[in-house]
């Protein structure tokens, strides 16, 4: 798998409350090649997961266009935009959203069985990715068995298992003590280039951006190269 190209013109996001508006996106432009690896910082409230979210398909902007490999996504239907979320798109939250009632094994396959797929080719790609992320003795845990390191592992391995051509993380080392944050970042960096995604990742640690070849900085909605 290849990384995905992705160009972004003109974004604007805004949120109107109580008859009030909050532009939280002011005119973003950003291109990003195949396999760019990204990290995004800035203040809270600055715009960072806002803009992950549209970059993700999980929201729709207020103006401007995203294209993944030339392609408009805001020609695609509700289903398509589903379908390429789905397939191309792996994505690692700060809270690890994992499903309480499956197995570590049921949550990392569970987008292959929404492609599609028979249980047992998803269980083993999950079985796979969870053993490259060390947890080959934890296939049978339940999230509320884990620590959260683990649990971010298991969310890891649920964001390549589907080999997306974009990748996306938000503060995924957020809630996790130093040493099991820089783990969780070293597995991420090490699976992400065997698979040549475009890697994005908003975090707060500049000493974690500063091993990215490239830094964007938002500052008021509005987006700066470092």
Known sequence: MTGVRVDIDGLCKRHVK??????VLLDVDL???????VAIVGPSGSGKSTFL???GLLDRPTAGRVRFDGQDVATLSEYARATLRNRQIGYVFQAHNLLPEHTALGNAGMPVRLAG???AVADARAAALLRAVGLGHRLHHQPGELSGGEQQRVALARALVMGPGLVLADEPTGNLDPAT????FDLMMQLNAQLGSTLVVVTHSQ???ARFPRQLAFA??????R
């Open 18 to 23: 109580a008859g009030r508006a909050l532009d």
């Open 31 to 37: 291109s990003l090649a195949p396999g760019d690896r």
């Open 53 to 55: 979210h549209l970059l």
């Open 117 to 119: 797929a028979a249980p």
């Open 181 to 184: 944050a820089g783990g969780v």
């Open 207 to 209: 000493e974690l951006a």
């Open 220 to 225: 008021a909605g509005r987006l700066q190269e």
